[in-house]
């Protein structure tokens, strides 16, 4: 393994000559030199599974004497422990079961706060514990047990969930959980679970005298003496050089590592460390719902401290962390890139400050390669489950009679219907099955007739009047059941329970059901509470499900099948070249608008966080306007008022303003009414779920009892959330219980 990285690293040598971007990341390094700002660094770039810049800079040492820095430097990681250490370590105890993120402290650590405190894992994770930035260091002592005591014990500065606070008290508590969950100090663990699996050999707590002529020093003491392998961090430092905040030792070459190892969900060549679906989790943000800035579990998303991200790497989709004595790393799944930048900034003294040139050096990075796209957006194709079938001469489907449960959105890249083109293919179509809004999806009423396809002269049988399921009868000339509409990415979007009550009804019949599948238009990653209570399962829930599932409609009918034991005879037509971090706007498939009020991918992504109310006769989520689900209001609203609260409210990636707006139907028809439109800044950081529960706790705080939340029980799908509604709460809703389901089902990357 030592050989194989020699030879990656020497290749990638010969790569960093053509790297573009090289002369810049050398100018703005040899500039932070000159002023002084740090005595040299080690700069390592991976894109896209290749090493494409590793390079050190000025020297490693200053005092006694000067040395050179060379790129195999050993470097005091501080902060960087947090992820790499004991965030890894975390992450492992979490997919086996032994830790849960929502608990409190105290299930682990029984004396913590004097065993009376509701701050949870969560809250550490995150640094939204209310806890201090660090333990008191005078009068001085001594001892790891003596650190823990101090930790478990530290009143804490305010309540949990309310305010942002980096506090390493945080992960010294961490690191004692992984040692009494697993019954290993956090090094032994971390070594033998994470660092000896993926070959990092030069990454360690309490580094070997050995490695002490590589290691970069730090900060020189009053004493005169030069820290150099003993930790710079004072806590550490008292607690014996192993906590869970700071203590690491590495190397950028380990360091390029995990980082490649991140990037590939949890895979490093042969060896699979993590879940991909536990790394997605834990690298997505958990902070409160109310606050602003975005953490991840241990990882930065988009907080104060996220400068090392620089000014091109996406916020929300991208994570990192910063070290003390001027190590960073950033990691940017979407366009495959990492940037590790290691440096001794505190050597021979503390006080230079290198935020700007570690913003400069990613803002470079990604202006150079870091966010170009893998394959270029215009010319990379994506192919829904119609269109592989089309190119196929729908081979599968001769010779047997067909049910196409379709609308207006089953078309191929060409914008032709599905009817038409397999028709044309020699297909033999025997009955069409329309869903809600009809098959030409612009029925906005209920109980829809059936009818009959002008074009073709099928039958058309509609599953949204009488019945709901297809019945015997209409099933008796069907060889195979194939289902083909867009579906929207929400919970109680009904498209989803057609093909689940469709999928019953085929089982029992003993035919055969097909999926041809199509994207997921408000991505596959995103994934947002509320879960759906079991006892509110209906035609607008029909599985329990989070309000936005990231799931595509292929995805979802393999978990029916399987947690509902449906036994259906179920064929998943896959897509080609969809991508799970895609929108719908980089397929480049033509958008047509999935029901009548879904006219947008910006209604898409608003709709469902804004349409968790909309049973409500007295409130308007847009209906009857030019925008529906961006603009809500009612007779009993000021729009001012309402704008001005939930923007105090800091919610990530929207913004509102007060807007006048008279319906043309459903509620409110022909009446002037205050309310807000929403404006999406950011839609990679943007929650929808949490502006759906944002807007119903301000209605309740400012006009108390005026929407009635019971009404829209099987929207919000979760009564403790409606409880905590009532009772004037923003609650954060609990998904993660569904993380592991879903993964079993994913079918694309």
Same mark, same amino acid.
């Given at each position: 393994?030592?050989?194989?990285?020699?030879?990656?690293?020497?290749?990638?040598?010969?790569?960093?000559?053509?790297?573009?971007?090289?002369?810049?990341?050398?100018?703005?390094?040899?500039?932070?030199?000159?002023?002084?700002?740090?005595?040299?660094?080690?700069?390592?770039?991976?894109?896209?599974?290749?090493?494409?810049?590793?390079?050190?800079?000025?020297?490693?040492?200053?005092?006694?004497?000067?040395?050179?820095?060379?790129?195999? *430097?050993?470097?005091?990681?501080?902060?960087?422990?947090?992820?790499?250490?004991?965030?890894?370590?975390?992450?492992?105890?979490?997919?086996?079961?032994?830790?849960?993120?929502?608990?409190?402290?105290?299930?682990?650590?029984?004396?913590?706060?004097?065993?009376?405190?509701?701050?949870?894992?969560?809250?550490?994770?995150?640094?939204?514990?209310?806890?201090?930035?660090?333990?008191?260091?005078?009068?001085?002592? +001594?001892?790891?047990?003596?650190?823990?005591?101090?930790?478990?014990?530290?009143?804490?500065?305010?309540?949990?969930?309310?305010?942002?606070?980096?506090?390493?008290?945080?992960?010294?508590?961490?690191?004692?959980?992984?040692?009494?969950?697993?019954?290993?100090?956090?090094?032994?663990?971390?070594?033998?679970?994470?660092?000896?699996?993926?070959?990092?050999?030069?990454?360690?707590?309490?580094?070997?005298?050995?490695?002490?002529?590589?290691?970069?020093?730090?900060?020189?003491?009053?004493?005169?003496?030069?820290?150099?392998?003993?930790?710079?961090?004072?806590?550490?430092?008292?607690?014996?050089?192993?906590?869970?905040?700071?203590?690491?030792?590495? *190397?950028?070459?380990?360091?390029?590592?995990?980082?490649?190892?991140?990037?590939?969900?949890?895979?490093?060549?042969? *060896?699979?460390?993590?879940?991909?679906?536990?790394?997605?989790?834990?690298?997505?943000?958990?902070?409160?719902?109310?606050?602003?800035?975005?953490?991840?579990?241990?990882?930065?998303?988009?907080?104060?401290?996220?400068?090392?991200?620089?000014?091109?790497?996406?916020?929300?989709?991208?994570?990192?962390?910063?070290?003390?004595?001027?190590? +960073?790393?950033?990691?940017?799944?979407?366009?495959?890139?990492?940037?590790?930048?290691?440096?001794?900034?505190?050597?021979?003294?503390?006080?230079?400050?290198?935020?700007?040139?570690?913003?400069?050096?990613?803002?470079?990075?990604?202006?150079?390669?870091?966010?170009?796209?893998?394959?270029?957006?215009?010319?990379?194709?994506?192919?829904?489950?119609?269109?592989?079938?089309?190119?196929?001469?729908?081979?599968?489907?001769?010779?047997?009679?067909?049910?196409?449960?379709?609308?207006?959105?089953?078309?191929?890249?060409?914008?032709?219907?599905?009817?038409?083109?397999?028709?044309?293919?020699?297909?033999?179509?025997?009955?069409?099955?329309?869903?809600?809004?009809?098959?030409?999806?612009?029925?906005?009423?209920?109980?829809?007739?059936?009818?009959?396809?002008?074009?073709?002269?099928?039958?058309?049988? +509609?599953?949204?009047?009488?019945?709901?399921?297809?019945?015997?009868?209409?099933?008796?000339?069907?060889?195979?059941?194939?289902?083909?509409?867009?579906?929207?990415?929400?919970?109680?979007?009904?498209?989803?329970?057609?093909?689940?009550?469709?999928?019953?009804?085929?089982?029992?019949?003993?035919?055969?059901?097909?999926?041809?599948?199509?994207?997921?238009?408000?991505?596959?990653?995103?994934?947002?509470?509320?879960?759906?209570?079991?006892?509110?399962?209906?035609?607008?829930?029909?599985?329990?499900?989070?309000?936005?599932?990231?799931?595509?409609?292929?995805?979802?009918?393999?978990?029916?099948?399987?947690?509902?034991?449906?036994?259906?005879?179920?064929?998943?037509?896959?897509?080609?070249?969809?991508?799970?971090?895609?929108?719908?706007?980089?397929?480049?498939?033509?958008?047509?608008?999935?029901?009548?009020?879904?006219?947008?991918?910006?209604?898409?992504?608003?709709?469902?966080?804004?349409?968790?109310?909309?049973?409500?006769?007295?409130?308007?989520?847009?209906?009857?306007?030019?925008?529906?689900?961006?603009?809500?209001?009612?007779?009993?609203?000021?729009?001012?008022?309402?704008?001005?609260?939930?923007?105090?409210?800091?919610?990530?990636?929207?913004?509102?303003?007060?807007?006048?707006?008279?319906?043309?139907?459903?509620?409110?028809?022909?009446?002037?009414?205050?309310?807000?439109?929403?404006?999406?800044?950011?839609?990679?950081?943007?929650?929808?779920?949490?502006?759906?529960?944002?807007?119903?706790?301000?209605?309740?705080?400012?006009?108390?009892?005026?929407?009635?939340?019971?009404?829209?029980?099987?929207?919000?799908?979760? +009564?403790?959330?409606?409880?905590?509604?009532?009772?004037?709460?923003?609650?954060?809703?609990?998904? *993660?219980?569904?993380?592991?389901?879903?993964?079993?089902?994913?079918?694309?990357?």
């Amino acid at each position: 393994m030592k050989l194989l990285l020699l030879c990656v690293l020497a290749a990638a040598g010969a790569q960093a000559q053509s790297f573009s971007g090289s002369a810049y990341l050398d100018d703005a390094i040899n500039q932070a030199i000159q002023e002084k700002r740090l005595p040299g660094a080690v700069l390592l770039i991976g894109h896209q599974g290749r090493i494409i810049h590793r390079k050190a800079y000025g020297n490693r040492a200053l005092i006694p004497q000067v040395e050179k820095m060379t790129a195999d *430097t050993i470097f005091d990681c501080a902060s960087l422990t947090k992820v790499i250490a004991t965030t890894s370590s975390v992450m492992k105890l979490f997919e086996q079961g032994k830790v849960r993120i929502a608990d409190r402290v105290t299930e682990y650590l029984p004396e913590f706060q004097y065993g009376n405190s509701d701050i949870t894992v969560r809250d550490l994770m995150t640094h939204f514990s209310g806890l201090r930035p660090d333990l008191d260091l005078i009068p001085a002592w +001594s001892g790891y047990d003596t650190g823990i005591q101090r930790a478990l014990h530290d009143p804490p500065a305010g309540p949990p969930r309310i305010k942002f606070v980096y506090s390493d008290i945080n992960f010294i508590l961490m690191g004692e959980i992984v040692r009494r969950v697993s019954g290993q100090p956090l090094n032994d663990y971390a070594r033998q679970n994470v660092f000896a699996p993926l070959g990092m050999a030069e990454t360690a707590f309490l580094p070997p005298l050995a490695w002490r002529s590589r290691i970069a020093p730090t900060e020189r003491l009053k004493s005169g003496e030069v820290l150099r392998g003993s930790v710079h961090d004072d806590t550490a430092r008292y607690m014996g050089g192993v906590a869970g905040h700071a203590g690491l030792f590495s *190397t950028a070459d380990d360091l390029s590592r995990f980082c490649q190892m991140m990037l590939n969900k949890g895979r490093l060549e042969d *060896t699979r460390v993590f879940s991909p679906v536990a790394l997605d989790f834990f690298t997505s943000s958990q902070s409160p719902i109310d606050q602003p800035a975005l953490r991840g579990l241990g990882w930065d998303i988009d907080s104060p401290l996220s400068g090392n991200r620089g000014e091109l790497f996406p916020p929300g989709l991208s994570y990192g962390h910063t070290g003390f004595t001027g190590t +960073s790393i950033w990691i940017d799944p979407p366009s495959q890139t990492y940037v590790i930048l290691l440096a001794n900034s505190v050597h021979p003294d503390r006080g230079h400050s290198i935020t700007s040139l570690r913003a400069r050096v990613a803002t470079i990075a990604a202006a150079q390669v870091g966010i170009e796209p893998r394959v270029s957006e215009n010319t990379r194709v994506v192919r829904t489950g119609l269109d592989v079938l089309e190119e196929q001469n729908f081979r599968s489907l001769a010779g047997r009679r067909v049910g196409l449960i379709t609308n207006h959105t089953g078309i191929d890249r060409q914008g032709r219907r599905n009817i038409d083109v397999m028709a044309a293919a020699g297909v033999k179509i025997t009955a069409l099955f329309s869903p809600e809004h009809g098959i030409a999806g612009a029925e906005d009423r209920e109980d829809l007739a059936n009818a009959v396809d002008k074009a073709t002269g099928i039958k058309i049988y +509609s599953l949204f009047g009488r019945t709901k399921r297809p019945t015997p009868g209409m099933l008796k000339n069907v060889d195979i059941l194939l289902f083909d509409i867009q579906d929207i990415g929400t919970r109680f979007y009904t498209y989803i329970s057609t093909m689940g009550y469709a999928m019953e009804e085929a089982a029992k019949a003993h035919i055969p059901f097909m999926v041809l599948d199509r994207p997921n238009p408000i991505t596959g990653i995103h994934v947002e509470g509320p879960m759906l209570d079991r006892d509110k399962l209906s035609f607008v829930g029909y599985f329990p499900l989070p309000l936005r599932h990231g799931m595509t409609a292929g995805e979802l009918a393999g978990m029916f099948n399987a947690e509902n034991r449906i036994g259906a005879d179920l064929t998943v037509t896959r897509l080609e070249g969809w991508r799970r971090t895609d929108w719908f706007d980089s397929t480049n498939l033509p958008w047509v608008s999935p029901s009548p009020n879904m006219r947008n991918l910006n209604e898409a992504i608003l709709y469902p966080g804004v349409g968790m109310l909309e049973y409500s006769t007295n409130y308007s989520v847009g209906r009857g306007t030019d925008s529906p689900f961006e603009i809500i209001g009612a007779d009993f609203v000021s729009g001012i008022e309402l704008a001005g609260y939930l923007n105090g409210r800091g919610i990530p990636g929207v913004r509102c303003y007060p807007v006048r707006f008279t319906p043309t139907a459903s509620h409110f028809t022909g009446v002037s009414v205050d309310g807000v439109r929403f404006l999406i800044t950011n839609r990679d950081i943007f929650d929808s779920s949490r502006l759906g529960i944002e807007v119903a706790s301000a209605l309740q705080h400012l006009y108390p009892g005026k929407v009635d939340f019971d009404v829209n029980q099987s929207l919000i799908g979760n +009564s403790e959330l409606i409880r905590a509604l009532e009772r004037g709460g923003t609650p954060a809703p609990d998904w *993660t219980g569904f993380a592991p389901l879903r993964a079993k089902y994913l079918l694309y990357k």
